[in-house]
């Protein structure tokens, strides 16, 4: 399946791959209660952006996704999109996580036209 981005289209299930990937590092790297604020399980994960390059400012649209702490994304252009990832998520969670990234950016890309 894949999602138009403006004039882009993003690949849901290569998305998907990502946020499946960063879930599986942080559970490969991490403890649980490293991850954890206050000791709640359910806030053991991490934060993932998607950002699209797209419209006429780039001819060579394109898209990546950026892990952690947002304050250490150093390319600040496109749309974006946001989303918590949990420790260890799983496929199908990933595949919920990466259409919300991209619902995002599209509401990004919708609200400046």
């Given at each position: 399946m894949k999602t138009l981005?403006?004039?882009?289209?993003?690949?849901v299930s290569a998305l998907a791959d990502?946020?499946?990937q960063y879930g599986q590092y942080l559970?490969?790297?991490?403890?649980?209660?490293?991850?954890?604020?206050d000791g709640d399980d359910e806030t053991a994960g991490?934060?993932?952006?998607?950002q699209v390059l797209a419209g006429p400012d780039y001819p060579l649209v394109s898209w990546r996704t950026w892990e952690?702490?947002?304050?250490?994304?150093?390319?600040h252009r496109g749309f974006w999109g946001s989303a918590?990832?949990?420790?260890?998520?799983?496929?199908?969670e990933s595949q919920t996580i990466a259409r919300q990234l991209v619902?995002?950016?599209?509401?990004?890309?919708a609200m400046s036209e």
């Open positions: 981005v403006s004039n882009l289209r993003v690949p990502s946020v499946y559970k490969a790297n991490f403890s649980r209660a490293d991850l954890t604020e991490g934060d993932m952006r998607l952690g702490d947002n304050q250490f994304d150093t390319d918590f990832v949990p420790y260890g998520c799983t496929r199908k619902e995002e950016a599209q509401e990004a890309v």
